[in-house]
């Protein structure tokens, strides 16, 4: 997707992309004692903690303009080339933003460069996205999309050394409907405000969408999807492959 798609995408996207809060602790944790932070492809401003300085980048106007009242400053860039000076902030960090960029080795070298303690990633680690069942029965090609697009934990590992890696299992109530996040939730894929606000689901070619949806709703209305996956109806929460890749700089 280019820097800008989410001019398009960015309709209507905060209402279904809520921040949730038991990730934005971990976020929080994650960024120790960082009293100043970059929020890189900081979108409308999820997950920003609000106990600290932050400063938000990103390159879409649509997205910038969702941010709520009480967020702090934002200027419109790129990881890739961030506004800060060297040293500049205490912490960087980016959620479900890295698959987007241009260039990885140069937006994460960026967050290197202007944090003084730490870089925070927020990524999806595509291993465990092949498992998920929207994968498995519906869209291999959502599986496609992630491989192209998101780096490995492994190639973020070899991109930050000494980097830590955290799993974040989704809450079944997770307020964030990103597409993995909805795993217990299979009728939200039904809705298309609810597509609208996950990028994979606008790269698909429409026909694709059509047979997808189609598919899905036709096992939700037999009783097959809750045949061969009910059981996680009643599950509090599943690894869908949310992963917090923490770099302590000092
Ligand atoms: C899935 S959204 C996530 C937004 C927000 N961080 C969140 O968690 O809700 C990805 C964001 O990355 C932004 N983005 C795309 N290319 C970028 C780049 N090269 N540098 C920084 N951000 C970029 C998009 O505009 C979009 O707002």
Redesign the pocket.
């Known amino acids: 997707m280019g820097?800008a798609?989410?001019d398009t995408m960015g309709r209507g996207y905060a209402p279904i992309?809520r921040?949730d809060p038991r990730l934005a602790a971990a976020i929080e944790a994650a960024l120790g004692d960082s009293t100043s932070a970059a929020n890189?492809?900081?979108?409308?401003g999820?997950?920003e903690p609000t106990d600290r300085l932050v400063v938000a980048?990103?390159?879409?106007a649509v997205?910038l303009t969702q941010r709520p009242p009480p967020a702090g400053p934002a200027v419109q860039g790129?990881?890739?080339r961030l506004p800060f000076r060297t040293g500049g902030v205490d912490g960087a960090m980016?959620?479900?933003?890295v698959h987007?960029?241009?260039d990885l080795g140069a937006?994460l070298a960026e967050m290197v460069r202007v944090a003084r303690r730490r870089v925070v990633v927020v990524t999806i680690d595509t291993e465990v996205v092949a498992g998920h069942w929207m994968v498995q029965d519906y869209a291999p090609e959502i599986l496609d999309l992630h491989v192209s697009a998101f780096p490995t934990v492994a190639d973020l590992c070899r991109l930050l050394p000494g980097a830590s890696v955290t799993a974040w299992p989704v809450p079944a109530d997770c307020t964030d409907g990103f597409l993995a996040a909805l795993w217990s939730r299979p009728e939200a894929h039904l809705d298309p405000a609810v597509r609208a606000a996950s990028?994979a689901w606008h790269q698909l070619p429409e026909p694709v969408v059509d047979r997808i949806v189609r598919d899905l709703a036709g096992d939700l209305a037999t009783g097959r999807w809750d045949d061969r996956h009910g059981h996680l109806r009643g599950a509090p929460a599943l690894d869908v492959g949310v992963r917090i890749v923490t770099t302590a700089l000092a």
């Open positions: 820097k798609a989410y992309r921040p890189v492809g900081a979108g409308a999820s997950y980048v990103e390159p879409s997205m790129v990881a890739e980016t959620v479900i933003s987007h960029w241009t937006g990028s």
